[in-house]
């Protein structure tokens, strides 16, 4: 098994809602529309236990590209995977923090191999636990090419997806601007 690592799940609430923000300013739709249309499916947060804002202050602006961290833009295309694309694009800046080895994690396997569906899309808990539980294997072992056509692949890694895995610790919720934006400055270092 790999080594695991911290995600923090701003990171990704941060991409989901910057996200989802661009696209309803765009198109106008309305947040039910579009919280289905993109494949993340609204859930009860509860009560966040992390206080990121004591004794630190992010600075005024951030960007990750700045430092070489973010991962390439992919396409989900047709297939309401936007929770795997966020889920894996926080976790592989993480890593390339950490180890400075850039790793390109599979969207199929973390989607299809937790249950997610083209037409109904996933949770972000869900998608978590697994990471936390199964780990999500590299691209090379469970392409995502067929969903760019709305296509459910079902589970089909490679056979050594679990040698090829690599797992998160855990994760909570970042609730409040201030901790989210901490969040994003502090816990991926």
Known sequence: MRDAYKLVVSLIIGMLISTSMAVLNIYGEDEEVFLYGLGCIPEELGNSTANLSVNFMAPPSWDWRTYGIMTPVKNQGACGAC???ACNGAFEAIIKWKTGV???LSEAHLFFCSGGTCDEGMYVSTALNYMQTNGVADEDCFPYDGALY???LGCNPCSDW???AYKIDGWDWV???TNIKNALVIMGR
Request: charged content about 20%; aromatic content about 6%; glycine content about 14%.
């Open 162 to 164: 679990q040698q090829r």
């Open 83 to 85: 929770v795997a694309f």
């Open 102 to 104: 850039t790793v390109d």
């Open 150 to 152: 709305g296509t459910d």
């Open 175 to 177: 609730s409040g601007a």
